[in-house]
């Protein structure tokens, strides 16, 4: 027999595990064009209820000139292997797939423009730093940029 799996309904049935989690603001705020950024606080699966998905969000201030053909911001969950000691690269974006993207469009952007990341995201089990590069061919604004975790959960029949 197979199992059908459904999404968990959440709370009040609005399709989250929790409220959603902040994971970047001012990393974000005039970040120029192909340059990375680091969240200086480390994450741990308590902040986004133990899920182990999200659906991304991006929350960006206004851009006034076209985004390049192709532009997007790309992240990545820098692991911590012994508690948050040690993570990931940091320095650098990793030389690894990112864990995600947020895909923009070649043209202007409005303040409060929210972008929803390539789909569902694998959240990691230990603690973590997020981090992001900007291949918008733009600076992004220097307020208004946010990324934020919303937690999703499956349940099995």
Do not use: C
Not at 10 to 39: C, F, H, I, P, R
Not at 41 to 48: E, K, L, P, S, Y
Not at 60 to 88: C, H, K, M, P
């Amino acid at each position: 027999m197979v199992a059908n799996f459904l999404w968990k309904p959440g709370t009040s049935n609005d399709g989250l595990t929790t409220a959603a989690a902040t994971l970047m603001t001012t990393e974000l705020n005039s970040l120029v064009n192909n340059a990375y950024a680091v969240t200086s606080a480390g994450f741990t699966n308590n902040d986004t209820a133990q899920a182990i998905w999200a659906q991304l969000f991006l929350t960006l201030g206004a851009i006034g000139t076209a985004v390049q053909n192709g532009g997007n911001i790309a992240g990545w969950f820098l692991r911590s292997y012994d508690g948050g000691t040690t993570y990931e690269q940091t320095a650098a974006q990793p030389g690894r797939s990112p864990d995600f993207y947020f895909p923009l469009p070649a043209t202007t952007i409005a303040a409060a423009s929210v972008w929803g990341s390539n789909g569902l995201v694998l959240l990691p089990a230990v603690k973590y730093k997020v981090g992001v590069l900007n291949t918008t061919g733009q600076t992004l604004a220097s307020s208004g940029n946010t990324v934020r975790a919303a937690p999703v959960n499956m349940q099995t029949p």
